[in-house]
């Protein structure tokens, strides 16, 4: 979906540097063999797809314990849904035993009329009650590298106000 400005990728030197964990993964056999055709800056924009689209599985563990916060994951479908401050879908990340995987559940939090964008929040619900709007804005930004132009925010902060990207 999205790799974000060109600017934002790395230089070709940390694109380099960031690739030798992709041949870390090659050589210990976690990856197919012919992953090892991958550059390292298509490898760089790789990252940069799942960095930007990609959902944070965390299962049972909590923040601080070994584990947290590393494993990422792209729905084929679900990951192309747009941003919202105030969204009209929900999501549930869980572990599938069986599947051996993770599965995404994702319900409407109101009706939603025909011809409406579907949208999900990337921040969690307890920083979306409990941030002020300019620094959602400023995460956002930060972490996925676009100035939220939503409804909420349009009625939250003046578009002198808004964080430019």
């Known amino acids: 979906k999205c790799v974000g400005p060109e600017e934002s990728l790395p230089s070709p030197q940390d694109a380099r540097r960031e690739a030798q964990v992709l041949r870390a993964a090659l050589g210990k056999k976690l ?9 390292p800056g298509e490898y760089a924009r790789l ?16 923040e601080g314990e070994s584990g947290y916060d590393i ?3 792209l729905f084929d479908s679900i990951s192309r849904i747009n941003h919202s401050c105030e969204p009209n879908l929900s999501f549930d990340l869980s572990w599938c035993e ?3 995987t993770v599965r995404i559940r994702v319900e409407a939090l109101h009706s939603i009329n025909e011809g409406d964008e579907v949208n999900i929040s990337y921040l969690p619900l307890s920083a979306r009650q409990t941030l002020t709007p300019l620094e959602r804005r400023r995460q956002l930004q930060e972490h996925w590298l676009f100035s939220c132009g939503c ?3 349009g009625r939250e902060m003046p578009s002198e106000c808004l964080v430019k990207g």
Do not use: Y
């Open 151 to 153: 409804s909420l925010c």
């Open 98 to 100: 069986s599947a051996g």
């Open 31 to 39: 990856v197919p063999h012919m992953a090892s055709a991958i550059t």
């Open 47 to 62: 990252r940069r797809v799942i960095q930007l689209n990609g959902f944070r599985f965390n299962g049972s563990l909590r």
């Open 71 to 73: 494993g990422e994951v």
